[in-house]
């Protein structure tokens, strides 16, 4: 059997499905037979994680584009002729034409185009119509998670025995940085007092705007003594919201290889976001030992289960609430951060690259 993944994602600027197809098929290649696992385009190697660039070099990258425009806007077969031999062709939602001959596979991130239009702009909600048909026509499919199924399921009429649920994994980076990795991201961004982070791209989905009221409603003695720290680059916020955040402690993008200590760093971790097929921060900062605040909607409460404060992201009393219980109680702190590494151990890259194999022999085979 041999699988070829659309892996043109790893060459622009993205943050959740860049995430998943680094770790994916690095852990994909590493579980199975040689030769098994290919890409579209060619990529033998991947270099350092960059969510504000290409993993690749310049003429791959350049190549690997070329190659998807001529297949999405020429009537000409690209991808049939660039994957001789290919029995599942696993797509992403940039390629609009797929090879015709191997069986056609999928990933189902989120559904949060068909369920929150108004969060996004136009060209998201292009690509998202677009990768319907690609959702539509597919052979088997994965959901990151059993809520993401089910809102494809309900919103789009998916058959639900074509999707496997495969929940993604964490990297291993995350589990316990070290005391010193930590001590130097502190130094490098000037972190001196205790904090609450969120990470996160500053888009309105992330519910940036009721945190930072959440914020400023704690009593003066709490805001003086912890600070709010925003890590992120800068989406389609409103002009209001994204100088908001330049009046808080605001990073902007750092470097993947900063991510981890910089969570394992703060006292308490906030994400009020009003939607996620699964949560990628949430699942690291568990990871990492740090105490978590939640939304109780979509996959988060699948994900965090029992080890997170959950709130009704649209309640300004909750999460002001959670971030005072947090703040103030060591235990509490203590408590969740244990449970927290408790069940990130469920969430790794080893089980998702297995599970992923023996999904992709089903739909070979079938």
Known sequence: MRVVIDAVPLLIRSAGVKNYLYHWIEHLRRAAPADMIATFPALSGFGPLRHN????????????????????????????????????????????????????TATIHDMTCWLMPELHPAANLRADRNFEGILRRADGLIAV??????????????????????????????????????????????????????????????????????????????????????????????AQTAARVR????????????????TAAATVFAYPSLYEGFGFPVA????????????????????????????????????????????LSPTLRAELAGKGRARARAFRWEACAAQSLVFFRKVAGG
């Open 284 to 327: 690291q900062a568990m990871a990492a030992g740090t105490p978590v605040i939640v939304s109780n909607v979509s996959s988060l409460p699948e994900i965090t289960g029992d080890a997170a404060l959950l709130i009704d992201p649209r309640s300004l009393g909750e999460l002001r609430d959670a971030l005072s219980r947090l703040l």
């Open 53 to 104: 660039a290409s993993i690749a070099g310049g003429w791959r990258t350049g190549t690997g584009l070329a190659a998807l425009a001529l297949a999405n806007y020429t009537p000409l077969p690209v991808l049939d002729w660039l994957t001789p031999g290919a029995d599942v062709f696993h797509c992403s939602g940039l390629t609009r034409h797929p090879p015709r001959r191997p069986r056609l």
């Open 145 to 238: 998670s059993e809520s993401t199924k089910s809102d494809a399921v309900r919103v789009l009429g998916l058959r639900p025995e074509k999707i496997a649920v495969i929940h993604s994994g964490i990297a291993a980076a995350f589990f316990d940085p070290s005391a010193e990795a930590i001590d130097a991201v502190r130094a490098r961004y000037s972190l001196n007092r205790p904090f609450v982070l969120f990470v996160g791209a500053i888009e309105p989905r992330k519910n940036i705007d009721m945190l930072l009221d959440a914020f400023d409603a704690l009593p003066a003695s709490v805001r003086q003594e912890f600070e709010l720290v925003l890590a992120g680059p800068m989406g389609w916020a409103s």
């Open 247 to 262: 009046r808080v402690r605001y990073l902007g993008y750092i470097p993947e290889s900063d991510i981890a200590p910089l």
